[in-house]
Structure formats: C-alpha cells, structure tokens
C-alpha cells in the first residue's frame, strides 16, 4: 500500500521526509553496489527484479483518492538480495511513482517508510531470529522467513499507515476510514505472504544461491 495524496500536516511530512533520506544516506554509506559492479549476473537480476516489483505496483486497488492498496514485495527482495540492495530499490520505485504520476512527490518520504523501511526492519528482525535461535532447517527458513516474515511486514506496515493518518491526518474522514480500514489489515496479509512464501519456494527449489539470506550448504549439504 502507499499514499496517492498527501492527507498528513507538513511536520509529519517533514519529519517522513528527513528519516528516509537519514535511510538513504545509510544505505548509500554502505554502497551496496560494490557487489553488483562484481557481479555482472547479480547486477542483471537485480535491475530485472525491480524492474518486475514497479510493473507489479500498477496492480493497485484505490477506493479512495489518497491511498492505494497494492503488493509490495519488499519482503521478497530484502531475502533475495538483502536490505540495503532492497530499499535501493525501493527507493527507485517511489521515485518513478512520481515520475509516472501514480503518487505525489510530497508523499515520496512517507511512501519510502510504509513500503521499503518498515517492512525491511521487520524482516530483518524475522530472519535474525531465524538465523541465530531456529533450527537449520530448510523449511524453518521458508515459513518463518517467506510466509510469517512477509505477513508480519504487511501488518506492520498496515499498522504505520493507520497510525500516520490518525495522528497526522489533517482530512477527518481520512481518519476515520483509516480506522476502518485497520479492521482489513488481516484479509490483506494473506496475499502478500502467499506470493513472497511460493516466490521465495521457488528461487529455494531451483536457484538457492540467488537468495543471499540462504546458505544452501547450512540448510540444504548439513541436513
């Protein structure tokens, strides 16, 4: 989901804008395209892979004018590529929201947050956990990470875009459809699980070195 129209006051505006840029700025100190300029086949999927989530982003559905519902994939692509190359390009894919007249440039920031930090954060607690507390097991890694990581990213998500618009809502009816629309975050977390988890189940299956969050020699050679 992401804001078509700006429905926040300008500090919460301000304030949307200044943490994804700080966001931006860490994962540009991180230059996570090193690995792309060294790896020519990481560099192709990885362009392709964005490339498919902006085209994926037009299947959108917008009841209201100031807030779309679509899939994200961010999930998916922190796994397959990790969070900085992720929320590169997320990044990438709001800006050309704009470009293309989808959303409001003002709503960049706040769009960045909902759709590339949070769920990025979010999986990345997931997988930690999954790393360092839970068996090496190759399902383990799939459910927890590709269909419980996805559906928790989507409620948190879900739950940032609530909580903006009811403390910086400046449209009382955007609030209080807001909060009616809190009541549907569960019938929308089954789809975005249900594609990260067979994506992910796919790429596992028949390319596992292309997830960079998956040791095949841990999960799959030690078992």
Partial sequence: MSFAQSVLTPWALLLTWLI?????GWVVWLRPWQVLIDDSALQHRWLAA??????MWQLRA????WLTLHL?????MALVFKVPLALLSN???NVAMVLIGRNDWVMWGTNVIVTGIVPAFIIGLVWRLV????????MVFMFVCGFFGAALATLGSGLVTVLLIVVAGTDPEAVYLAQEYARFLPLLMPSEAFLTGMLLSILLVYHPNWVATFNDHRYIDSQ
């Fill in 131 to 138: 790393d360092r507390r839970l068996p090496d097991n190759l």
């Fill in 72 to 76: 994200v994939f961010t999930v998916l």
């Fill in 20 to 24: 994804s840029l700080g966001v931006l």
């Fill in 91 to 93: 990044v990438m894919i």
């Fill in 62 to 65: 917008q009841a209201v004018d």
């Fill in 50 to 55: 964005t490339l498919a989530v902006m085209l």
